[in-house]
């Protein structure tokens, strides 16, 4: 298991530099499926398996195929140069590291004072032998259809509005700036 | 009695006069005159109709059962408990709900009814007034406001009536907005009234937090009935308002009558009453005459729950009562404009009345108001003739011989007059000789008290005969008074109607034997305000009645013997007394007095914080944080770059500053 | 496993501090929303992991609700981008500077 997870992360990072790091923005789409199904694995050994699928789904097919269309449409090339030794791109990635750092002393400390470092906090009464006992997709839509009813109905309407707003802005009428 | 039925009779009575009021406003003055004419009149008068319904449906049923609550609609509901039961009558329910007993069916008759013959009688009155449609609207809308306040069965809904009743009056005083003198007394009228407002609301809040139930739990209710249900015996300290006489029912009782006093124009708070006479005749013939002044004798039987516990307050209301009763005749002796004689005359009834009350007399108090509306109602609508038939004069030294030129109005006038001094046989003969015999039989401070209101009958007399005589009879002293017209069959047959009900309502408190349902004015409001205490033995109730009746003659006497005659001089008592008379034509100075260490005060220090308090802190200080903001907003803006990276990155910068410091402090 | 745990959050903060550089760093606006996917991408992680941590589906849930409100703002960024692009202008983030004026 901590095989998987080492080269799923390996992967995960190497997808997410190569997105920041590519020169065109074509070999940026690309590293970001990498980055997403290597997230999908990552869920998978979280005992998420329904939100695996739906990454695969949504994020890898539906949202990507997206942006390489638009990049297609659009064909914007390689006309940006992302310089190793530019001066944003060092104090970024110091930032970065100083914010990964900081966060993994926090994690560390919160584990251990709330959890003794183990996987379970046991605090809920959700512990992945239920859950897949009773159905991943089962638990979360029960638990979807009732608890979370408003959020998942404003999340409807959110997805019109965007689907709307999408369609005005689309619309070929003036040029919009 | 059926509650459906009510509920229709209820609805109807409440919302003719609301469309009435609503359809003309919210015209904004389009309407035909011929339609207001007809719909301002006809919606009070189809009230009337529908209260006299409620009358005959109530009279048919025992009296054990002459009472109904009627909830139109619930609001502001956070009762405890569910269902019905008393479970459910605790805690706040501002629910809308009005009250159809024998008491609020007599004064939405005497609202509806004689609100309808003024409203007829001003189809005539304001003919040629170019805002005729805004008239009928503030009346119609008072009449609703009226109706709220005497049908309302929570406390809140009576605050919004009382407060809706002194708006319509403010807009009425105020009606004609072009004469400044208009306007102040309007103003003044308002004001006064506000200050009554608040008794009346702190004694609301004060019930609504001390109201204390059977078990000794708080009630926290709005509910009148409720409240008159648990204020009841009251003898423990834990029920009720606490115990007879405590501290805290004498508080609400003395807070209750601060707002009758204001309504009711009794002192200290009745200065703005003889002021209210700028409004329209017929305005103060229906306001400041026959109903919303009596809202405070209205108020005081209502609750008598609580004045019934409260006899410090009680006696407080009748000395009150009695003295601007006394205070207010006196003045109006000397008064020469027609319609302030009235108003005077009006302040010093009512003070009877709130006298009656005082004294746990309630039915007597109530049916001195019923006999009073009729007959003032009758006074200011035929000095409405008179003022109208000589061009808006006033002033009675302008009159004279009118009685040949405006017979039937002068036939009116007097039946007014007689009805008003209590002669026999007319309706305040009745209501006057039911109120003293009581006052004599129940009086605190008996009988100096009732010594003064027998007094009170020579006044009454003086000053209304005083008019009689010096309007009506003599020379004309003025050209309009010489070719002075009878009023119009519009503005003649309301007073007609009046004069009628002046001389025989006071029949109605005789206990008919075989007339049952109708079985006399007290036992029909028996199921209400219960019986007096005491009653009057046969003895002292002849001896009242003779006093009372001698002392009015007394009272017409000396008005033949000073006008008529003339064997007494007019000048005796401003020679002899000066300072008696001074003092009674100008009105006891109490105006001067409150201008003096009221207004003045009042003025001098908003003129103080005008020029001392305004520029220099209040605007000093704005404008420095004006200034300073606009200085911090200078400096800021050279961070707008307009470079979406540069926002993102500060953005990040911080949240990443933020996480540094949690982690610092965490580890 | 246990041991494994603080690496999914560390991963998790990693993942966004790499899309963060990506936002200030790159001018193609097609990029910068890739990096923010990245960004919302490693909050889910963290989410999922949080949701297994603590045997309760609200981290799960919320989650799903990430995802929808990434595909709507994909949705309506791309759109936005296509009108400028549409516009004649190039896509570079450091010309696209109205806001200033």
Redesign the interface.
Known sequence: ??VI?GIA?GL??VG??G??L?QR?LY??LS?VV??VS?AV??LL???Q??AA??II??AG??MV??VF??A??S?GA??R?HPL?V??LL??L???V??LV??RL??NG?TVA?N????????????TV?NAHGQVQ??GE??FTT?LL?FEV?SL??L???V??VY??K?RR??? | MNPTFTLVLAAIVLGLPTAGFLVNALTFGKLPKAVVAWMGPGVVLGSFVAAVVALVAMMSRPPSDRGITIVFWHWLNASVGSGGGVAAQAGLNANFSVRIDPLSVLMMLVITGIGGLIHVYSVGYMDHDRSFNRFFAYMNLFVTSMLVLVMSNTLVFLIIGWAMVAFASYALIAFWYERKSAVVAGRKAFVTQVIGDVGLVLAAFLIFLNLRGPSGRLLHTVNMQTIFDNVGPGAHFHQGLGPVGGGMVTAIGILLFLGAAAKSAQWPLHTWLPDAMEGPTPVSALIHAATMVTAGVYLVARFHPIYQQAPIAASLVAAIGIGTALMAGFIGCTQYDIKRVIAYSTMSQIGLMIFAVGVGAYSAGMFQLVAHACFKALLFLAAGNVIHAINDEQDIRAMGGLSQRMKWTFACFTVGALALSGIPFFAGFFSKEELLSNGLALGPAVPWLWLVGVTVNVLTSFYIFRVVWVAFKGEPRSEAAAHAHEAPPVMLIPVVVLAGLAAVVGFLNIDFAGFAPVTGFTSFLRPVLGVPSHQPSDLVGGLALLAGVVLSLGGVGIVWAVYGKAVISRELVPRRLPWLYQLSYNRCYWDELYDYTLVRPVAALARGVRTILEPDVVDAAVAGVRDAIATLADDFRTF??????DY??VF?FFALVGLVVLGLRLT | ????????????????????????????P??V???I??ML?AA??AL??Y???????AG??F???V??????????G????????????R????E??????
């Open positions: 298991m901590t997870f992360a995960a990072l997410a530099l997105v920041v590519s923005t940026s789409a970001l980055n997403m997230l990552l869920f979280l005992d998420a329904f939100l739906v990454q949504v994020y539906a949202v997206l942006f638009i990049i449409l659009l914007p006309e940006e992302v530019e944003r791109l970024g990635g930032a970065a590291v914010f990964t966060i993994g994690t560390l584990i959890g470092g183990r996987l379970h906090g046991g605090l809920g009464p959700f512990a992945p859950v638990t979360l638990q979807l979370y959020p999340t959110l997805l509005v965007a689907a707003g999408a802005l689309s070929r040029p919009l700036l | 707008q770059t307009g470079f979406l990276k993102a990155l990040f | 496993m246990s041991g494994m745990f603080p690496g999914f959050l560390i991963l998790s903060a990693a993942l966004f501090a790499i899309g963060a550089v990506g936002v200030l760093v790159r001018r193609n097609l990029v929303f890739m990096s996917e990245l991408n889910n992680l999922i992991t949701a297994r941590y603590t045997d309760t589906m799960q849930i989650a799903l609700f995802i929808a409100v990434a595909a709507s703002e994909v949705v309506v791309l759109a936005l981008i296509t009108g400028v692009y549409r516009s004649g202008r896509l570079d983030l450091d696209l500077s109205e806001m200033s004026e």
